[in-house]
């Protein structure tokens, strides 16, 4: 009886072994985050990636109980912003807010100051939208079939307002399609880019819905067509390309988070978990909704690979147009 005690005792402490060596490996969540963290979002305040960041920050911050605060370094195509990120400490407390130029980054800059793909991190994606083409409110065309007419009858008067690799790549294949004669002006990021326009130093633009979409509706500048599948419920007078017979394609945009390379798994999981689960929030999808926006969230590697073919889309349209990287 004796010898069967202690085998009893021993099968015992080797069973609460192994669920200690278990919980021990298994992530340790909630020890992410300890203190403030930071949303680095690369382009100027104003714009729609910086609207939707401040959003996703306050919940997050709500859910983790400690400040999320934003960080604005615009400059260089998102160059700067990302380059800070991927020089950060790998630990979670600094992230990149990655609009989907991210993925075309090396189509315009031979020497970004990081490798996108060796010194960042994917961790989740957490909006989508649509672009619309807006024009200044002197311009004498209303529609995009009558800009396209405009732009090849009067060479050399339509400049557009460029304030991201992917909205400038998207203009061009717009442009290449129907065989028009644009100049493209650089901004450094979408509220510098729209205030432009307002201001007649550009004539058209190709905005996100949600940065023009106070300016419309106030009058200040005039929306042309939305290059998307079908029209915005929040536009829903604003006809899309295709209903105009207009040659291209749909493009869309979006907004994700990176980390620096090397980020723990576990915290990195963390991260796109929570994430998920605030952008399930009826109150977050409705205020998005109402920026234009679609709350959308995926895993690390479904973000990864939607890098990947942003990476491959645009190559040929680049070539076409000229662009090289500088």
């Given at each position: 009886?004796?010898?069967?005690?202690?085998?009893?005792?021993?099968?015992?402490?080797?069973?609460?072994?192994?669920?200690?060596?278990?919980?021990?490996?298994?992530?340790?969540?909630?020890?992410?985050?300890?203190?403030?963290?930071?949303?680095?979002?690369?382009?100027?305040?104003?714009?729609?990636?910086?609207?939707?960041?401040?959003?996703?920050?306050?919940?997050?911050?709500?859910?983790?109980?400690?400040?999320?605060?934003?960080?604005?370094?615009?400059?260089?195509?998102?160059?700067?912003?990302?380059?800070?990120?991927?020089?950060?400490?790998?630990?979670?407390?600094?992230?990149?807010?990655?609009?989907?130029?991210?993925?075309?980054?090396?189509?315009?800059?031979?020497?970004?100051?990081?490798?996108?793909?060796?010194?960042?991190?994917?961790?989740?994606?957490?909006?989508?939208?649509?672009?619309?083409?807006?024009?200044?409110?002197?311009l004498p065309v209303s529609s995009l079939p009558e800009l396209i007419n405009y732009a090849k009858t009067n060479p050399n008067s339509i400049f557009h307002a460029a304030f991201g690799g992917?909205?400038?790549?998207?203009?061009?294949?717009?442009?290449?399609?129907?065989?028009?004669?644009?100049?493209?002006?650089?901004?450094?990021?979408?509220?510098?880019?729209?205030?432009?326009?307002?201001?007649?130093?550009?004539?058209?633009?190709?905005?996100?819905?949600?940065?023009?979409?106070?300016?419309?509706?106030?009058?200040?500048?005039?929306?042309?067509?939305?290059?998307?599948?079908?029209?915005?419920?929040?536009?829903?007078?604003?006809?899309?390309?295709?209903?105009?017979?207009?040659?291209?394609?749909?493009?869309?945009?979006?907004?994700?988070?990176?980390?620096?390379?090397?980020?723990?798994?576990?915290?990195?999981?963390?991260?796109?978990?929570?994430?998920?689960?605030?952008?399930?929030?009826?109150?977050?999808?409705?205020?998005?909704?109402?920026?234009?926006?679609?709350?959308?969230?995926?895993?690390?590697?479904?973000?990864?690979?939607?890098?990947?073919?942003?990476?491959?889309?645009?190559?040929?349209?680049?070539?076409?147009?000229?662009?090289?990287?500088?």
């Open positions: 009886m004796r010898i069967l005690k202690l085998k009893k005792a021993s099968w015992t402490a080797i069973a609460c072994g192994l669920v200690t060596s278990a919980a021990c490996s298994m992530p340790v969540f909630a020890k992410y985050p300890e203190r403030p963290v930071k949303l680095v979002v690369p382009f100027a305040p104003g714009g729609s990636s910086d609207t939707a960041s401040r959003i996703l920050a306050e919940q997050l911050g709500k859910k983790w109980e400690q400040s999320v605060v934003i960080e604005n370094k615009p400059g260089a195509a998102g160059s700067i912003g990302a380059m800070n990120v991927a020089k950060a400490s790998a630990d979670g407390y600094t992230l990149l807010v990655t609009p989907v130029s991210i993925g075309t980054i090396k189509l315009f800059l031979k020497n970004p100051g990081f490798d996108r793909d060796k010194d960042l991190t994917p961790i989740t994606q957490f909006a989508k939208g649509d672009y619309v083409l807006v024009a200044n409110k002197d992917a909205s400038r790549l998207t203009f061009e294949g717009l442009v290449m399609a129907n065989k028009m004669n644009t100049e493209n002006v650089n901004y450094r990021g979408e509220a510098l880019a729209l205030n432009a326009l307002i201001a007649g130093e550009v004539q058209v633009m190709l905005s996100t819905l949600v940065g023009a979409r106070p300016f419309i509706e106030a009058g200040r500048i005039k929306p042309l067509g939305l290059l998307a599948r079908e029209r915005s419920p929040i536009l829903p007078d604003v006809p899309t390309a295709q209903e105009n017979n207009i040659p291209g394609f749909d493009a869309d945009f979006w907004f994700g988070l990176m980390a620096p390379a090397g980020i723990p798994e576990d915290i990195r999981k963390k991260i796109a978990q929570d994430v998920g689960e605030v952008l399930a929030l009826p109150e977050i999808q409705q205020r998005f909704q109402e920026l234009g926006l679609i709350a959308k969230s995926s895993t690390p590697e479904e973000f990864a690979k939607l890098i990947q073919h942003e990476s491959e889309r645009w190559v040929e349209i680049a070539k076409h147009a000229g662009i090289e990287p500088q």
